[in-house]
């Protein structure tokens, strides 16, 4: 599986991000599954990545939290999570998220 984070400059949730991404692919037995790290730097880019908010994950290339309709853009990402609006996904829905990834990989 690949699995990029997308990230504006200075990001101030993406080190939650990374670190909740790290656990989940270790709760799923992912140990050595990486991912990488990339910087959108301007709008053109946001557009033609399909970025629409700072942090994004990409699971083979696909968001699993993308939101239909939601404009490409460089601002920081909200995410809905059991506890309210969030800069990051929550642990469960990332786990899930990369279970089924990873569920799809395999067929």
């Given at each position: 599986?690949?699995?990029?984070?997308?990230v504006v400059?200075?990001?101030?949730n993406?080190?939650t991000a990374?670190?909740?991404?790290?656990?989940?692919?270790?709760d799923a037995?992912?140990?050595d599954?990486?991912?990488?790290?990339?910087v959108i730097?301007?709008?053109?880019?946001?557009?033609?990545t399909g970025?629409t908010?700072?942090?994004?994950?990409?699971?083979?290339?696909?968001?699993?939290?993308?939101e239909?309709?939601r404009?490409?853009?460089?601002?920081?990402?909200?995410?809905?999570?059991?506890?309210?609006?969030?800069?990051?996904?929550?642990?469960?829905?990332?786990?899930?998220a990369?279970?089924?990834?990873?569920?799809?990989?395999?067929?």
């Open positions: 599986m690949e699995i990029e984070v997308l400059l200075d990001c101030p993406a080190e990374a670190e909740r991404l790290r656990r989940a692919l270790d037995g992912l140990h599954t990486g991912f990488t790290t990339r730097a301007d709008q053109a880019e946001a557009e033609r970025f908010g700072s942090p994004t994950i990409l699971l083979d290339g696909y968001d699993p939290f993308a239909p309709g404009p490409p853009g460089l601002a920081c990402r909200v995410y809905r999570t059991p506890d309210g609006p969030a800069g990051a996904p929550d642990l469960g829905r990332l786990r899930q990369i279970t089924d990834a990873a569920g799809e990989a395999d067929r």
